[in-house]
Structures are given as structure tokens and as C-alpha cells.
């Protein structure tokens, strides 16, 4: 099926929906799911993005800035401390995440006159290990994408047809997945991986990860980023700054970027 033809479908599919919320990120997929509800809906279109300690300052600075380059109606709702559960970080951590998660939207939703909350999974999204989908399945979470046979592929391509600046935005994940599981979550490891992140992008860095194990991070470029690190003074400067965020060890993967390379 034809770029064109899914977006007729996808199209159809958010007219038949009752009213809705969209779950938001500001992220490629959140933000093109946004922006097609904005058109349907117009200004009763509504975006509702999750705040915790598993989100980045710098992720929640690009949900408030796309949603309001989409113009849509956007509200930031705030997550008591992840339970017992979540923190110990088991295999399906996800699953219990989302659940706390799309729970509080949906009732922020329910509380605001939307009936169906929405999410931007795609096609791709089946083929890795995602329990955070059991959760969306078990609350009734709608995803137009998988219903249209979108691919993130489609996603992109649709994004940058309407002029979202989204469209090439890599892909994100929560700080949680560079925490390998069963290794305790706190908040003073994710601010750890935050600062250490937040300071590659500063060097131009697009897709990587920092993980972390115990005391050492772990860090994943893309393969076209890797030669970046074959400067000497380059390796000492983010060895230096990483080991201020309060690792002991500072390694490149020889293996480059992996999406769920911890699952």
C-alpha cells in the first residue's frame, strides 16, 4: 500500500474515533499522531504528556515546543515516584510503567470530556520486546498507526511531507532502558545517564545511548558517528566529563548503537 493510501486509512480511522487524547512525547510518532488529530478534531485536539524521572528535561522541552509548533492543545501531567515494582526493575518494567502511566492520562482525560486515549505505536514496534504493549492492550489504548499498517518508515516520511520538524528526530527511549534489568533504579542513576546524554548531544552526537553498568558507562553511537570518537583529545574530554556525572569507567561499545540492546 502506497504512503498516500495509508494516510487515507489513517485519516479514517481518527474520524471514526470518538473524542480522544493523544499521548504525547514529542516525539516522531507522538507528534505526527498529534498533529493529524489537530487536523481532525481542530481546537478541541488535546496532547497529554506524562512527567517522571524517567523523562529528560531536554525531552520534555521538545514535547512543549512541538506541541506548540502543532498547535494543538497540550497538558503536562505530573507522576508521583514509580512504585517498589518499577524501581526494582525487572524484565517487564515496561509493562508496569505503562500501566502507571496510560492509567493517570487516561483518567486526566476522562476528567477533560475525552473518552479514548492514543498512542503512536507502529508495525515496527512488533517486532521487538515491548511489554508496554500487554499494558496499552489491557486498557484499551487506541493506536491509529497499527491499525492504518503504518511503519515508522511511513511516519517519517508522512512527518516530512507536513513540515513537522520531528521527521528525523532519532528515536527515544526512557531513561529507565539504559539501566540494565534487575540493576535498582534510582534517581541518582538516571540524572547520571541525563547529564551524561545531555552532554553528547552538546557535541553533536544524534543517535547513541549512555548505559549503565554499576560504575562504568557504556556508550552506543551509530556506526556513522563512531569515527567521531577517534579523536584522542576527543576520548579524554568525554572521559573527563562523564566521570564528573559519577561514573568510574568510560567505554565505547565496539558494537556501535542498538535499539533494546538491554532487553
Known amino acids: ?111 477533560l470530556g475525552r473518552e479514548v486515549l492514543l498512542d503512536g505505536s507502529n508495525l515496527d514496534d512488533l517486532d521487538d520486546y515491548r511489554p508496554g504493549m500487554k499494558a496499552k492492550e489491557e486498557l484499551g489504548v487506541r493506536s491509529p498507526f497499527l491499525e492504518a499498517r503504518l511503519t515508522k518508515a511511513d511516519i517519517r516520511q508522512l512527518s516530512r511531507s507536513r513540515g513537522l520538524s520531528t521527521w528525523d528526530k532519532p528515536s527515544m527511549a526512557c531513561l529507565a532502558s539504559r539501566i540494565p534489568y534487575h540493576d535498582p533504579i534510582t534517581s541518582e542513576s538516571l540524572r547520571m545517564v541525563e547529564t551524561a546524554e545531555s552532554f553528547l548531544k552538546d557535541l553533536g552526537l544524534k543517535q547513541f545511548r549512555v548505559r549503565k553498568h554499576g560504575d562504568l558507562a557504556r556508550i552506543e553511537v551509530s556506526a556513522g558517528e563512531r569515527p567521531f570518537f577517534f579523536d584522542p583529545t576527543l576520548m579524554e574530554t568525554v572521559s573527563r566529563e562523564l566521570k564528573k556525572t559519577g561514573f568510574r569507567f568510560v567505554a565505547l561499545d565496539l558494537e556501535g548503537f542498538q535499539s533494546g540492546s538491554l532487553n
Open 1 to 111: 500500500m502506497e504512503t498516500t493510501d495509508k494516510l487515507d486509512h489513517l485519516l479514517q480511522v481518527v474520524q471514526s474515533l470518538p473524542s480522544s487524547a493523544v499521548a504525547f512525547s514529542g516525539g516522531v510518532d507522538s507528534s505526527l499522531l498529534a498533529s493529524i488529530v489537530r487536523e481532525v478534531q481542530g481546537e478541541q485536539a488535546l496532547a497529554l504528556t506524562a512527567e517522571s524521572i524517567f523523562v529528560s528535561r531536554s525531552e520534555m522541552g521538545d514535547a512543549v515546543r512541538v506541541a506548540a509548533e502543532i498547535g494543538i492543545n497540550h497538558r503536562i501531567i505530573p507522576l508521583q515516584d514509580m512504585d517498589d515494582t518499577i524501581l526494582g526493575n525487572p524484565v517487564d518494567r515496561c509493562y508496569h510503567c505503562k500501566t502507571v502511566v496510560f492509567s493517570k492520562l487516561q483518567e486526566t482525560a476522562r476528567v
